[in-house]
């Protein structure tokens, strides 16, 4: 049975950003004027930015181009959010400014009609055509695909049915174009990268012609690294790393940006699993692991799993599962979901004699879609575009089962003073703003 309140439904192996919560419709939002340079509701780098030729940033997450351009993690995020480019864009106060898309309008029969800028290109050069975007789309959302038709070179038009606009800036939606040989897809953004290496652990990414930005070196490193990122003068490091921002914050040329609360770990259990939260003390779990983490907020908007009611997800049937075993899995890479996961077992939420066991991303993957464990740690964004669309790719199981969110924690974006712009996204990704 699913669960009011507490404990919501969980689409664990999504990890795409989105608006706050936002619900589908079929509202076309207004064509935003372009915003005034003076404009700096979403930026969150302070004092007069400095010109510079290269800029240097510090991940603490792997960045893996096999993703791009659906990112994964922090890491991903940022970097992906300078290479890949969506229809339009949705700022951190919620505005829909144009992207790839120039203009939009309803169009015949109440489909939208969405329209090309005419300099869209390529990083090889190649204009952006709309039948480019249908192929991107078909390549990752069938469904959405066949609502498309294409019109000309330059124009779309879709079938709003049960949509938003605003999943048009979902980062799964980027228009790309496979890469001769592989690697690093070919996207539409301001910065361009084959993966060319600066070093062992960094990559070059260049800005395309005329976009008015500095290069970007970028590096990553284990967020145990983090501080000598700071000794190195970094220009821009995002971790969550507790150490690394309390050392940063007594460097004078430091400041620290504290971003918001977007990421939730969760608690997923099927419904045989004999998971006992009610006596348990959840309250001290943010002690539990090392990044800065509160109590799970459910109620506050930010959450968008707190609320699918308006979903048929949970009349789906869901098949007969034998009892799971008894041990709690996670990510093996993900130290935090380590660390909840031995706090849970050691709080005794299954009882004596369960177990904790970090798989392989895709071993976790199948076996979360298998439901034959008796619960899974999962770290996911708060947001979400589209909460129906997301909830259809949960497991079968699901429905019967329950999620309990344990904590929220965020990142922080440690900037050097003087840094060109930097704004923050609807989806918390940071990018850096033309001068």
């Given at each position: 049975m699913i669960r009011a309140h507490h404990q919501v439904l969980l689409v664990g192996m999504l990890v795409v950003a989105a608006c706050r919560g936002a619900a589908p419709r079929a509202e076309l939002p207004p064509l935003a004027p372009a915003l005034a340079h003076a404009d700096t509701a979403c930026l969150i780098a302070a004092g007069r930015p400095a010109s510079r030729d290269t800029v240097t940033i510090?991940?603490?997450?792997?960045?893996?181009?096999?993703?791009?351009?659906?990112?994964?993690?922090?890491?991903?995020?940022f970097l992906f959010a300078q290479l890949y480019e969506t229809l339009i864009h949705v700022d951190c106060q919620g505005r829909v400014l144009p992207a790839l898309a120039g203009s939009w309008e309803q169009g015949a029969a109440g489909r939208w009609t969405v329209t090309l800028r005419s300099d869209a290109r390529f990083w090889d050069g190649a204009p952006v055509t709309a039948r480019d975007v249908l192929t991107a789309w078909r390549a990752r959302d069938s469904s959405l695909a066949q609502s498309i038709a294409v019109l000309d070179e330059r124009a779309l038009s879709i079938d709003p049915s049960g949509r938003s606009f605003q999943?048009?800036?979902?980062?799964?939606?980027?228009?790309t174009k496979s890469a001769p040989g592989?690697?690093?897809?070919?996207?539409?953004?301001?910065?361009?990268?084959?993966?060319?290496?600066?070093?062992?652990d960094a990559l070059w990414a260049s800005p395309m012609a005329g976009a008015g930005l500095p290069a970007l070196k970028v590096t990553v490193a284990p967020a145990s690294e983090a501080r000598d990122a700071v000794d190195a003068n970094v220009d821009l490091l995002l971790t969550s790393d507790p150490a690394a921002l309390e050392y940063g914050r007594t460097r004078p040329q430091y400041q620290d940006a504290l971003l918001e609360w977007d990421h939730t770990y969760v608690l997923?259990?099927?419904e045989a699993s004999g998971l006992e939260l009610g006596a348990l003390r959840l309250e001290s779990l943010p002690q539990a692991v090392h990044v800065e983490a509160r109590a799970a907020q459910v109620n506050d908007g930010g959450l968008w799993l707190a609320d699918l009611k308006?979903?048929?997800v949970a009349a789906a049937a869901a098949p007969t599962?034998?009892?799971?075993?008894?041990?709690?899995?996670?990510?093996?890479?993900?130290?935090?979901?380590r660390d909840l996961a031995a706090r849970l077992v050691g709080l005794a939420a299954l009882g004596r004699g369960a177990v904790v066991a970090g798989l392989a991303p895709p071993a976790f993957e199948t076996a979360f879609r298998g439901g034959a464990e008796a619960?899974?740690?999962?770290?996911?964004?708060?947001?979400?575009?589209?909460p129906c669309a997301a909830a259809r790719e949960l497991p079968a199981w699901v429905?019967?089962?329950?999620?309990?969110p344990l904590i929220d924690t965020r990142t922080h974006a440690l900037v050097r003073r003087g840094l060109p712009r930097l704004s923050v996204d609807w989806d918390g990704a940071v990018r850096l703003v033309p001068r």
């Open positions: 510090a991940l603490t997450e792997p960045v893996d181009p096999a993703h791009a351009p659906l990112p994964r993690n922090v890491a991903e995020r999943r048009f800036a979902d980062p799964a939606l980027a228009v592989g690697g690093w897809p070919i996207g539409t953004g301001q910065y361009w990268t084959t993966g060319a290496a600066g070093g062992a997923f259990a099927p308006r979903c048929d599962l034998a009892p799971p075993r008894r041990r709690i899995v996670y990510e093996q890479a993900d130290r935090d979901a619960a899974y740690v999962l770290r996911v964004r708060r947001r979400t575009v589209d429905p019967r089962g329950s999620v309990t």
